[in-house]
């Protein structure tokens, strides 16, 4: 893993009832392949081990404008959610669908994206949510 020495920006979501995501965290590496990997995290207390994690891994070249997923390898490859209490992993979700739209310039990631993802239960959560993420 290659990362970056400095990253800012916005990693939110809404995903009703839950409360509304806002990482407090983000980041954002390329990997050996090329691959785009985005983090954000959310910690009420940075020494908490209670956190919500959202991780989105887009294709080498993905080019800017709207995917749908699945679309393949040229799109996005996976959007992950978790969120731990008192260090237990309490839900983990996975992408099953979802629309993003995605305008990338060197050194600053933007991706808007509306997804349905599924968690271990079965239930669907319904998530809206923006990444604005700057490296320098």
Same mark, same amino acid.
């Given at each position: 893993?290659?990362?970056?020495?400095?990253?800012?920006?916005? $990693?939110?979501?809404?995903?009703?009832?839950?409360?509304?995501?806002?990482?407090?965290?983000?980041?954002?590496?390329?990997?050996?392949?090329?691959?785009?990997? $985005?983090? !954000?995290?959310?910690?009420?207390?940075?020494?908490?081990?209670?956190?919500?994690?959202?991780?989105?891994?887009?294709?080498?070249?993905?080019?800017?404008?709207?995917?749908? $997923?699945?679309?393949?390898?040229?799109?996005?490859?996976?959007?992950?959610?978790?969120?731990?209490?008192?260090?237990?992993?309490?839900?983990?979700?996975?992408?099953?669908? !979802?629309?993003?739209?995605?305008? $990338?310039?060197?050194?600053?990631?933007?991706? !808007?994206?509306?997804?349905?993802?599924?968690?271990?239960?079965?239930?669907?959560?319904?998530?809206?949510?923006?990444?604005?993420?700057?490296?320098?």
């Amino acid at each position: 893993m290659v990362a970056t020495t400095k990253n800012s920006g916005t $990693f939110t979501a809404k995903m009703p009832p839950e409360p509304d995501f806002n990482a407090t965290q983000v980041q954002v590496y390329t990997d050996p392949d090329g691959k785009k990997h $985005f983090s !954000g995290t959310y910690r009420a207390n940075p020494t908490d081990h209670d956190h919500r994690v959202f991780y989105i891994i887009t294709s080498r070249d993905i080019p800017n404008g709207k995917h749908e $997923f699945p679309s393949g390898p040229d799109g996005i490859q996976t959007v992950l959610y978790s969120q731990r209490v008192d260090n237990v992993e309490v839900t983990r979700a996975t992408i099953e669908k !979802g629309t993003f739209t995605v305008e $990338f310039h060197e050194g600053n990631y933007k991706i !808007g994206f509306h997804a349905d993802l599924r968690d271990r239960s079965g239930k669907l959560i319904d998530v809206l949510g923006n990444v604005d993420i700057t490296e320098s």
